[in-house]
């Protein structure tokens, strides 16, 4: 198996290894599936409740990517702001990192009175966990433009405007991306927090639901289901990344 191939299934090959020695541990001391299930527990009960789970997966997932989407939008917009300006730099980042520092778990209850217990507070909570990385990406992208080549244009005619939308954007892409592969797991977490507490479907309901029952294995499975989905959605940005930024990334890959 030569190098890039080891690579290609490292992530495979490390997770068959800790399945493994997870099922090897569970087996020896015999624990209680009440306290750390098995991963052959976890798998019979994913099989039992297939149909379930995958009802309040698909819950978790479409309102999910409702709130990234909303994040993707208003984080662009806010990171365009304050990237090309440096008074809003300067005097927005302060503030969006204060409200960022803010347990948006705290969010949930006032959201359930101003919009009700169903979608609304878990498109919010998944918006308002996710916007800021996005948002902090294109701003640094486009704030830290080369001042020599940002003169380079002018000279040639280019005005703030053009610098802005046909060098700093492009240029800004890899950031881009880079954001999103983060806020994406992130909108899942504030999906499933606000479905734990604020929802009838959704995973988190579902893991309220089995931990209540004492089901252990079926709460496991829905957290691997949304770890899936997380991963899935990361891969799928990873592919657009080095389709739509390969020249950002020429120089690695030769290394």
């Not at 490390?14 to 599936?33: G, H, K, M, R, Y």
């Not at 969010?107 to 918006?127: C, D, K, R, S």
């Amino acid at each position: 198996m030569n190098q890039k191939t080891l690579e290609r299934w490292s992530p495979l090959i490390l997770l068959a290894i800790t399945l493994v020695l997870w099922q090897i541990v569970c087996t020896a001391f015999d624990v209680s599936e009440f306290i750390f299930p098995s991963p052959l527990r976890i798998g019979e009960q994913f099989w039992e409740f297939r149909t379930t789970i995958l009802g309040h997966a698909w819950r978790t997932f479409w309102v999910t990517m409702v709130g990234f989407g909303i994040a993707i939008v208003v984080g662009v917009l806010l990171g365009f702001l304050m990237g090309s300006s440096r008074l809003a730099y300067n005097a927005m980042y302060p503030l969006m990192t204060g409200f960022n520092a803010l347990p948006k778990a705290a969010f949930v209850p006032i959201l359930v009175v101003w919009f009700g217990i169903g979608v609304g507070p878990a498109i919010l909570t998944a918006f308002l966990i996710s916007f800021f990385p996005i948002m902090v990406n294109i701003a640094t992208g486009l704030a830290t433009l080369e001042p020599e080549l940002e003169d380079v244009l002018r000279v040639l005619g280019a005005k703030r405007w053009d610098v802005l939308t046909k060098v700093g954007l492009p240029r800004s892409l890899p950031y881009f991306y880079g954001s999103l592969k983060v806020a994406i797991t992130l909108a899942f977490v504030g999906t499933t927090v606000s479905e734990m507490t604020a929802a009838n479907e959704g995973i988190g309901y579902l893991l309220i639901s089995a931990g209540s029952s004492l089901q252990m294995g079926l709460a496991f499975a829905g957290l691997v289901v949304v770890g899936v989905m997380a991963m899935a959605m990361y891969e799928l940005f990873s592919v657009i990344e080095k389709r739509t930024t390969a020249w950002a990334h020429r120089g690695s890959q030769a290394a």
